[in-house]
């Protein structure tokens, strides 16, 4: 799987996009981009993935660069409640496929009222 | 609710004693996961298991071993812990393929090992 290089913290004022940049230069080709938040000390929660095409939910937005080298998380009006440690992964995505989620370090978000 | 559920939430075990961390989920997955996240660290796979009946070993699985008792179940055992097991411990699923739509974690297992 490949690595990933996140900004080990960020702040972000309470309503305004938070945008979390994500490095994974060494990504393959079928490998996935995915993102998890892990809010205090509770089990991490998915949040959205893609592969080369942007993606958006109703929770954020996923932008791949075209070289898939890079990517941005973005919640578009962050409240208290996303504060939150946000990683970043990529992966095959599948189990059987030795798609194992690795978790790196993360990037700590801090909204500010 | 649909989910995961990990028991026990809270555990005190002395040097050398041993206990299971079980783990059922319920959203008929086939991939089942055992993570350990120690203060102030991202998580670490210890165990997977792609399918039932199947289970292999992730980053640190040393002092560990696992069972894939059912596709519902996915228990984690320490034979003989150590201090160096402390640490919080997480069960995941994910229905497999590709892509993986998503992990679903469990709230945590909270192990101390003195």
């Known amino acids: 799987d490949a690595k990933t290089t996140q900004p080990p913290s960020m702040d972000c004022a309470e309503g305004r996009a938070a945008n979390l940049p994500c490095n994974h230069s060494t990504i393959s080709g079928n490998e996935y981009v995915y993102w998890y938040r892990q809010i205090h000390s509770q089990g991490p929660q998915y949040i959205i993935h893609g592969l080369k095409n942007n993606e958006t939910n109703e929770m954020a937005s996923l932008i791949i660069t075209e070289d898939r080298k890079s990517s941005t998380l973005i919640l578009p009006h962050a409240t208290l409640r996303d504060t939150a440690v946000y990683y970043c992964i990529v992966s095959l995505g599948s189990a059987s496929n030795t798609g194992k989620l690795i978790f790196g370090q993360g990037t700590t978000l801090q909204v500010k009222p | 609710n649909a989910g995961v559920t990990q028991t026990p939430k809270f555990q005190v075990l002395k040097t050398g004693q041993s206990m299971t961390l079980q783990c059922a989920q319920d959203?008929?997955?086939?991939?089942m996961y055992w993570y350990r996240q120690d203060p102030g660290m991202g998580l670490r796979l210890i165990y997977y298991s792609a399918s039932e009946g199947t289970t292999d070993k992730g980053e640190v699985p040393n002092g560990y071993n696992v069972s894939r008792l059912n596709k519902r179940e996915f228990s984690l055992r320490l034979e003989s812990a150590a201090p160096s097991q402390t640490s919080v411990y997480f069960c995941?699923?994910?229905?497999?393929?590709?892509?993986?739509?998503?992990?679903?974690f469990g709230s945590g297992t909270r192990l101390t090992v003195v």
């Open positions: 959203m008929n997955h086939n991939s």
């Open positions: 995941a699923s994910s229905g497999g393929g590709r892509p993986a739509y998503g992990y679903t």
